[in-house]
Nanobody, 126 residues
Framework: VQLQASGGGLVQAGGSLRLSCAAC????????SGWFRQAPGKEREFVAA????????YYADSVKGRFTISRDSAKNTVYLQMNSLKPEETAVYYC????????????????????WGQGTLVTVSS
């Protein structure tokens, strides 16, 4: 099983980026997914989650209305569209997945996930 995160880079404050997380060795039709981030010197924090069905999503309060998590079953890939980025959102962003019995359940704790990608760095300049 491998989760390959990509799409990070340098962007100015107020700009946008779309992160991708391609899954190999598992089908996202059976797995819930999430995005987390870890800023320098800080603990990893939850950003967004999507259920196995793709119908249920959940966001950290700090990103609601600006970030959108989505999934493409055909490509077995999860995305995180990030708009209106802020300098304090500079971090390494990680995608994660876990097998889920429930179609509509999303998971917000990092200890609830089994598989993790390698992370992609997002730098937001002021």
């Amino acid at each position: 099983v491998q989760l390959q995160a990509s799409g990070g880079g340098l962007v100015q404050a107020g700009g946008s980026l779309r992160l991708s997380c391609a899954a190999c060795g598992l089908s996202l039709n059976y797995y819930a997914s999430g995005w987390f981030r870890q800023a320098p010197g800080k603990e990893r924090e939850f950003v967004a989650a999507i259920s196995r069905s793709g119908d249920s999503t959940y966001y950290a309060d700090s990103v609601k209305g600006r970030f959108t998590i989505s999934r493409d079953s055909a490509k077995n890939t999860v995305y995180l569209q990030m708009n209106s980025l802020k300098p304090e959102e500079t971090a390494v962003y990680y995608c994660a997945a876990r097998w889920s019995t429930y179609l509509g359940r999303s998971y917000r704790g990092d200890d609830e996930y089994t598989y993790w990608g390698q992370g992609t760095l997002v730098t937001v300049s002021s």
